[in-house]
């Protein structure tokens, strides 16, 4: 066990879930993989791309896609502060689905998830979305939002996965890692602290 994985990624919240639960890896970003979905399965397709990009065999890889649908309407990542602005008021005081597609690559396999958590944001007054505009940064965030930042003081409600809302859903993905040889350095959590 404990295969060196390859992230193909540079988001930092992914980087730091895989860090906090002792995963040994490598970042290689993906090339030319435009980030446009349209569907909820478009993320398995952009997580594959994402992934293929990668030219190691000796590695397994992980990519992953995460999108905000509310009102069976897809936010990804802002373009604009008026559009992150637009996507915070269509978000405040409803509930919305986070979807992160998941693909990992291993040898002459192929695995394949989305999964799924729902997220109740509370009403937003103009100056609380103001503040948000400010200080997260929100246009680098699929819904313009990140639940680990200044957002999480709005969320009334999650179902299902928190690390999911970060970007990496780790309790699923730890299953199907493990089923390809890559596991956690358990040692490298000893005398952290990460955890408390």
Known sequence: ????????????????????????????????????????????????????????????????????????????????????????????????????????????????????TRVKFSKLHDDEIMTLLKYDNVLDKAGAYGIQGLAGLFIEKIEGSYYNVVGLPIESIYRDLKSVGVTPVWEKLKNSGKFL
């Open 1 to 116: 066990m404990n295969s060196k994985l390859i992230l193909a990624s540079s988001s930092p919240r992914r980087v730091w879930i895989l860090q906090k639960f002792g995963y040994e890896f490598e970042v290689i970003p993906p090339e030319n993989v435009r980030e446009k979905p349209q569907k909820i399965e478009d993320t398995i397709l952009l997580a594959e791309m994402k992934a293929l990009s990668i030219k190691r065999e000796d590695s397994p890889v992980l990519a992953c896609d995460t999108i905000v649908v509310v009102q069976n309407q897809i936010l990804g990542k802002p373009s604009s502060f008026e559009e992150a602005k637009k996507f915070i008021r269509q978000l405040s005081g409803r509930w919305h689905e986070v979807y992160t597609g998941y693909v990992i690559v291993a040898k002459n396999q192929m695995i394949k998830k989305i999964v799924k």
